[in-house]
Each structure stands twice: as C-alpha cells, then as structure tokens.
C-alpha cells in the first residue's frame, strides 16, 4: 500500500464507479460524480471568461445541467439572454470581479422557475444605449440576491406579482427604472396582499426616472441610497382609496442631489432616521416627501434637510 504522503492516480475508472464515503455522523454514501454534479463551472461548458466570444450557449447548458450552484470564474462573459431554472443558484466572484455583458433590448436574464433562486456575486451590464430589462421576474416566489449589480437597462430589476424576495448589498443603477415591482394592470403586485420585500444596504443612483417603484405592501428599505437621482428616488403606490400600500418602512435611508425622494400614492408609510439632503442645502430638492391620494407618513426623527416638505402628518 503506498504511503500517506503519496498522491495515487487512478485513470480509466468513471467518477459513478468511486465511492463517496462523507466524514460526517449520519451522512449517507453515494458516488464521486453525484458530488462533483451538485456543483459546476460554466467553464466546464465551454464559457469563455476573456469577454472574447459569446457564451450565451454554454452558460445556459450550464444552468440547464440540473446542478444545484453554478459557478461564473472572474472575468467578463458575454451573452444575449438567459433563462434561470428554479432551485439554482448562480454565483460570480464578487460585483468587481466578475461580469456579464449584453446588448439585448429584450430580457437579459429571465428566472424560469417560480421558487427559490439565488444570485450572488456579479454585474450584469448592458453594453448598448439604455434599454432592456436586466432581470425579469413573473410569479417569482423566494429570491434572494446578493452582491449583484445592474447597470444600463430601461428596467435594471423588473418583478410582476411577487413574494418574498431578500435583496442585500446590491446596486441597480444608470438606467431608467432601477428596481421596478407591479402588478398587471391595476391588480397589486401580488397574487396576496403582502410583498414580503426586504432591501438592505442597496443602491438606485443615477435613474433618469425613479430610483425604486413599488405598488403592493409589506416592504423594507434598511440602510438604501437613493442619490444622484434627476427623478423620483422612491415611489410606492397603493391601487385606491380603501387599498392603501401598507407595511412600507424605511429605516435609516440616505440620500442627496435628487429632485424629489420620496413620492407616494394610497400609502401608509414609516420612516425612522436617515439622512436626506435633496439636491443640496442651497438648491434644495422640489419634495423631499411628496404625498397625494390619502397617503400618511411618519417620520421618526428629524431628517437632514426639512425644505419643501408635502406630508400629512409628522411624528
């Protein structure tokens, strides 16, 4: 028998054929390929990582594999669109280093499951004018996305009818809409009455129209910025009177140079703290809140900058 410090190589055998024995109480065993399966490379496809050629065909074999994760190396990846089968996870090195690139004025990235979906660790990047949708969501229930960031799309994040979405460190930025949740036509975002959204430490800078539109309820915007917007930062909208968008708090939010950073419609909303600037303590934005149709706002804690306020009440 060879010593404990020699590597043995055995050629010739399949991976189906190796046991997979797992140092764990309890684990069960099974076979080397169905380890190496839960897990794979869109390298392992053919994805070419340079940005050279198209990899629209190998990154979707890849999320089509049946494995579980699907790992994006460092580096840039060109496509056109792709579709995210439900229970997978699609995971990039980081928003700084790893990139996907489209020219698409269609979807970009469609999720084509209705549940549990992750997305970690890239940028998606529209190479052309501002158009497109980066990622589309329909009926998509329990998402999760971190670290990723949008930049260049008409629509940087689109969800119609959703639930239960918690999206942390990421940035939709640079298009038109950053992150855009409705319903269809006049109907809620929902199929029920709650969102269940949680936004945590995200960006929507620099969207020439609004920042984050949201019509539904039961929404959560902790630690978001909302800068460097010529629009609307924030927009939540309820259907009428007697429908009110409710469960909308937002905790500690930050923002400057933005014409008007807040706007509501049939809502009821809670702020606590923040920093809110407007454009600047010189030029102040139009409405730091702007409310209408039978909305109320309780501001917990004094903001920044208190010009132009719009609000029914204060707390």
Not at 44 to 55: K, V
Not at 183 to 202: P, Q, R, S
Not at 214 to 236: A, Y
């Amino acid at each position: 028998f060879p010593s404990h410090d020699m590597h043995v190589v055995v050629s010739g055998i399949n991976a189906e054929a190796v046991v997979y024995d797992p140092p764990f109480t309890n684990a069960v065993q099974t076979n080397a390929e169905a380890v190496l399966a839960l897990s794979v490379s869109v390298q392992n496809f053919g994805a070419d990582a340079t940005g050279a050629t198209d990899s629209t065909s190998a990154i979707q074999a890849a999320l089509n594999s049946g494995a579980g994760v699907i790992n994006l190396e460092e580096g840039t990846y060109l496509f056109t669109s792709l579709n995210i089968p439900e229970n997978v996870s699609l995971v990039g090195k980081g928003s700084t280093k790893t990139f996907l690139e489209t020219s698409t004025s269609g979807n970009a990235i469609t999720f084509d499951g209705a549940y549990n979906t992750q997305l970690h660790g890239f940028t998606l990047n529209q190479a052309g004018a501002v158009q497109g949708t980066g990622l589309y969501l329909l009926d998509q229930y329990f998402v999760t996305m971190i670290d990723v960031t949008t930049n260049g799309f008409e629509y940087g994040l689109r969800a119609i009818q959703a639930l239960y979405h918690y999206i942390r460190e990421c940035k939709f930025e640079g298009g038109t809409y950053g992150a855009h949740y409705s319903g269809t036509g006049t109907v809620w975002n929902v199929d029920w009455f709650n969102n269940v959204l949680t936004f945590e430490n995200c960006r929507f800078n620099g969207n020439s129209a609004i920042g984050t539109y949201i019509k539904g309820c039961e929404v959560v915007f902790l630690n978001c910025d909302w800068s460097g917007l010529p629009g609307i930062g924030l927009r939540v909208e309820g259907v009428s009177q007697g429908y009110n968008a409710h469960g909308i708090q937002i905790i500690q939010p930050y923002a400057e140079n933005i014409e008007t950073v807040f706007s509501f419609s049939y809502a009821f909303v809670e702020i606590n703290g923040g920093f809110v600037q407007g454009k600047s303590l010189s030029n102040p934005a139009t409405s730091i809140i702007d409310v209408a149709d039978y909305s109320t706002v309780f501001w917990h804690g004094r903001p920044r900058d208190s010009d132009y306020w719009d609000y029914r009440d204060w707390e």
